[in-house]
């Protein structure tokens, strides 16, 4: 069952008919729909990350993800790769405006008639969501100044997100070993399968604590022809034995977390000394004026416990670089140092 931890007592588990068993305590880790293992109990989560699974990520947000999370993302990415999400924008808007307007009639003693009563009903059904889903009603109030906004920034960054990933990705390539690779809050496996991870000769894993998202992302994989061993853990106690893992990837989460200091450890423990960690998530670039902060705040980080990079939780030793990369995004490439004969090196994988 290697590199799979007992998260009790850190000893080896066993197959067995419908569950795991750990080989030292005799505790047992269950299988979900018999397919992925289940390292963790909601009893046992911070209150922060099993509301964040239970309302956001088993919710709507969860269910439509691969669509959502661009919406949200609508003023700032290109309109080339929007176009679906704008149309969705402009047919809430409509209905909105249409669903008022016949509101207003009727409070005036027109009659609707049967269209208008549909718009009216639509604009409340949607008003209704706007209001328990807070950061899409603030979004469509935004996304429009803001892409006005977007079009006219001077924003450049020193370092693209793609060309960060292209030199790490190149330096990993050179090891001349079959590398392991852990994606933290894998989700739909989406960032794992479409920034070249899957070029590297490697062992692929990922882990998340919503079963709604780890089966799209089961699925996403099967259908990329990519072997991604999925499982259902907290990122703050990772099922992994120490120090397996040449690369530890965490795409937009660990802004999120109750931990954050716990989970940047486990991450740290588990991975390879001269590895590497990506950190990809929420960080607003400096200078941004206040339509940008509003957008960053209500839309992008409203459930964050933190609203930049960690670096004040990177554990002792490591050395990292952080890079601005989006108005609102940083990334982070973090490394494990070597400790050989009372010396510390740092393995900067081919520099």
Same mark, same amino acid.
């Given at each position: ?5 007992c998260t009790n007592c850190r000893g080896s588990l066993s197959s067995e008919e419908t569950s795991w068993r750990c080989d030292d305590c005799g505790g047992q880790v269950s299988l979900y ?54 149309? *969705? ?59 006005? =906004? ?8 020193? =370092? ?11 330096? *990993? ?46 699925? =996403? ?120 004969? =009372? ?9």
């Open positions: 069952m290697r590199p799979y931890r729909k018999e397919r992925f293992p289940v390292f963790y109990s909601l009893a046992s989560l911070a209150t922060q990350d099993a509301s964040l699974k239970e309302n956001l990520y088993d919710g709507m947000l969860g269910r439509f993800y691969s669509f959502l999370m661009p919406f949200l993302s609508l003023p700032v990415r290109p309109f080339a790769r929007s176009v679906g999400q704008w149309l *969705l924008y402009v047919i809430v808007m409509l209905l909105l405006a249409t669903g008022y307007t016949s509101g207003i009639q009727v409070i005036a003693g027109g009659s609707p008639g049967v269209p208008g009563t549909l718009f009216i009903l639509a604009a409340i059904i949607l008003t209704v969501l706007a209001i328990r889903n807070p950061m899409f009603g603030w979004l469509l109030v935004l996304a429009v100044p803001l892409k006005l =906004n977007h079009l006219l920034s001077n924003f450049r960054p020193e =370092n693209t997100f793609i060309d960060v990933h292209q030199r790490t990705i190149e330096k *990993l390539a050179a090891i001349d070993h079959k590398l392991k690779v852990l994606d933290v809050s894998t989700g739909t496996c989406n960032s794992l399968l479409r920034h070249g991870w899957l070029s590297l000769n490697a062992e692929y894993f990922g882990i998340d604590l919503s079963e709604t998202m780890l089966e799209q992302g089961s699925s =996403n994989c099967a259908d990329a022809g990519a072997s991604v061993s999925l499982a259902l853990a907290d990122a703050c106690d990772l099922p992994f034995e120490d120090a397996y893992f040449d690369i530890v990837l965490n795409y937009g989460a660990i802004n999120g977390y109750s931990d954050v200091r716990g989970a940047l450890s486990e991450m740290y423990r588990v991975l390879k000394p001269g590895g590497t960690i990506v950190l990809y998530d929420e960080q607003l670039y400096q200078g941004a004026n206040l339509l940008e902060n509003l957008y960053f705040r209500k839309v992008l980080s409203p459930h964050d416990v933190i609203s930049e990079c960690p670096v004040d939780s990177i554990p002792e030793g490591a050395t990292y670089e952080l890079h601005q990369v989006y108005p609102y995004y940083f990334l982070c490439i973090i490394k494990k140092t070597i400790v050989s004969n =009372n010396e510390i090196l740092v393995n900067d994988l081919g520099d």
